[in-house]
Nanobody, 115 residues
Framework: QVQLVESGGGLVQAGGSLRLSCAAS????????MAWYRQAPGKQRELVAT???????NYADSVKGRFTISRDNAKNTVYLQMNSLEPEDTAVYYC?????????WGQGTVVTVSS
């Protein structure tokens, strides 16, 4: 069982930045992939960014060039640096871990971007 705890959300003006953190209770190097998802009010949860065990990263088109996913294996923590935030980025952001057929979710952290 893996527990994921997100932090770093908050209220920011458009054009601002936030860094989200996801602290895992176990080793993230044993995971096949770590990812950030988000769910805006009235919308389905969507994949924002992924980082796999080899360090390869992938992003949703809507955040490419603005968001960066990274990880600190020693701290078992994954980060999402969000720059040039837009009101459309307002959502609950969830951390996700995958290993083979298992998946784990954090409780989410709220990001609100004001115009």
């Amino acid at each position: 069982q893996v527990q994921l705890v997100e932090s770093g959300g908050g209220l920011v003006q458009a054009g601002g930045s936030l860094r989200l953190s996801c602290a895992a209770s176990g080793s993230i190097t044993s995971m096949n992939a770590m990812a950030w998802y988000r769910q805006a009010p009235g919308k389905q949860r969507e994949l924002v960014a992924t980082i796999i065990s080899g360090g390869y990263t992938n992003y949703a088109d809507s955040v490419k060039g603005r968001f960066t996913i990274s990880r600190d294996n020693a701290k078992n923590t994954v980060y999402l640096q969000m720059n040039s935030l837009e009101p459309e980025d307002t959502a609950v952001y969830y951390c996700n871990a995958r290993k083979l057929s298992s998946t784990w979710w954090g409780q989410g952290t709220v990001v609100t971007v004001s115009s």
